[in-house]
């Protein structure tokens, strides 16, 4: 059973609840919903922010390392008087100060062996922000191991992709990139519109999975190049000798993930 709206909660999310493709049931279903976001940073960040202001339940952030200063131009749950320190405490802190009414767990490391089945398990669905494809990976292959949505979201100098992937029916991300750009972090400027934008078509990915509003990017590819706003949707190529996802069997899917498909759009 849906969890049901306190009266503040109607009053906050009044507008958004006038979406008919979201109404009530929609925002009860946001609130039932833990999402996992890796790499709270310029895409992370932005991505939780609107996470937390639509009433996703609980958010839970994963980003370890300190603040710089050169973080700030896109990194906007910081604050300069918080370099040197944790950034995923601070991006807890503000969050906290935007929508009290959500939970929202800060873990303080890096997305590694160790600790990604006890974070994926923990959630309905992820978004992959992380900075490095090692991250992604692990995220992805845990993602098709527990049967849990991901919406991949990356950036590259002016140019971008997101897709959402859904085990067992889109390509998973070794389908994408079966070999791995060379992708440095500190090798490409970053502009914080770019990074916002992107960001924000993620949450919007995140919340249309959830509630079944709209068509999610499911089994598409869209491209980005910011600098000309060129759109483009691409049909990526599943393998069905993908080392990570070929492997799944629909039926060992968990009921959960049913529950986060728009079927009306599939």
Same mark, same amino acid.
């Given at each position: 059973? $849906?969890?049901?709206?306190?009266?503040? @909660?109607? @009053?906050? /999310?009044?507008?958004?609840?006038?979406?008919?493709? %979201?109404?009530?049931? =929609?925002?009860?279903?946001?609130?039932?919903?833990?999402?996992?976001?890796?790499?709270?940073?310029?895409?992370?960040?932005?991505?939780?922010? /609107?996470?937390? !202001?639509?009433?996703?339940? *609980?958010?839970?952030?994963?980003?370890?390392?300190?603040?710089?200063?050169?973080? %700030?131009?896109?990194?906007?749950?910081?604050?300069?008087?918080?370099?040197? &320190? #944790?950034?995923?405490?601070?991006?807890?802190?503000?969050?906290?100060?935007?929508? #009290?009414?959500? *939970?929202?767990?800060?873990?303080?490391? /890096?997305?590694?062996? +160790?600790?990604?089945?006890?974070?994926? &398990?923990?959630?309905?669905?992820?978004?992959?922000?992380?900075?490095?494809?090692?991250?992604?990976?692990?995220?992805?292959?845990?993602?098709?191991?527990?049967? *849990?949505?991901?919406?991949?979201?990356?950036?590259?100098?002016?140019?971008?992709?997101?897709?959402?992937?859904?085990?067992?029916?889109?390509?998973? $991300?070794?389908?994408?990139?079966?070999?791995?750009? +060379?992708?440095?972090?500190?090798?490409?400027?970053? $502009?914080?519109? !770019?990074?916002?934008?992107?960001?924000?078509?993620?949450?919007?990915?995140?919340?249309?999975?959830?509630?079944?509003? =709209?068509?999610?990017?499911?089994?598409?590819?869209?491209?980005?190049? $910011?600098?000309?706003?060129?759109?483009?949707?691409?049909? #990526? /190529?599943?393998?069905?000798?993908?080392?990570?996802?070929?492997?799944?069997?629909?039926?060992?899917? #968990?009921?959960?993930?049913?529950?986060? &498909?728009?079927?009306?759009?599939?």
């Amino acid at each position: 059973m $849906l969890p049901s709206l306190s009266p503040t @909660e109607v @009053e906050r /999310y009044r507008r958004q609840m006038m979406l008919s493709g %979201l109404g009530e049931t =929609g925002q009860r279903q946001l609130k039932d919903t833990t999402a996992l976001v890796t790499g709270v940073g310029g895409l992370g960040g932005t991505a939780a922010l /609107y996470l937390a !202001v639509a009433g996703v339940g *609980k958010l839970i952030l994963v980003r370890g390392g300190n603040l710089q200063r050169d973080d %700030l131009n896109r990194q906007i749950l910081m604050t300069d008087d918080w370099v040197g &320190q #944790p950034r995923v405490f601070k991006a807890q802190e503000t969050l906290s100060r935007l929508n #009290p009414d959500i *939970k929202i767990e800060a873990v303080c490391e /890096y997305v590694s062996a +160790d600790n990604i089945d006890t974070l994926v &398990q923990g959630a309905d669905l992820a978004l992959d922000c992380a900075f490095d494809f090692q991250e992604r990976d692990l995220l992805n292959a845990a993602c098709v191991r527990w049967g *849990k949505p991901m919406i991949e979201a990356a950036m590259n100098d002016m140019e971008a992709y997101l897709t959402t992937i859904v085990p067992g029916r889109t390509p998973c $991300l070794t389908c994408l990139f079966p070999e791995k750009p +060379d992708w440095d972090r500190w090798g490409f400027g970053v $502009l914080g519109a !770019v990074s916002g934008t992107v960001a924000c078509l993620a949450a919007l990915e995140a919340i249309k999975l959830i509630t079944g509003l =709209g068509e999610p990017l499911l089994g598409l590819l869209l491209t980005m190049d $910011l600098a000309r706003a060129e759109f483009t949707k691409r049909h #990526p /190529y599943r393998d069905p000798n993908c080392p990570v996802c070929s492997q799944r069997h629909l039926a060992n899917l #968990p009921q959960r993930l049913a529950t986060l &498909q728009p079927t009306a759009h599939c």
